[in-house]
């Protein structure tokens, strides 16, 4: 296998967590627009501080990242 194929699967491994984590414990994550696209990629919600002030005073998550 390539190199490009491994780190792609190690991506999806680590996507795949992230949500098996975030469903676990009931959380949230809230990333900046301007942060890395990784970052952005794992957000349930990007946006400026205003919006995700807003999103994170509605959601119901036990847990805010």
Do not use: P, W
């Amino acid at each position: 296998r390539s190199e490009k194929l491994e780190k792609e699967d190690k991506i999806m491994d680590m996507m795949n967590r992230i949500k098996q984590l975030k469903e676990e414990k009931n959380a949230v994550i809230l990333a900046h627009y301007y942060v890395d696209a990784d970052v952005q990629a794992a957000a349930d919600f990007i946006g400026d501080s205003f919006y995700l002030a807003k999103k994170a005073a509605e959601t119901d998550a036990d847990k805010i990242v």
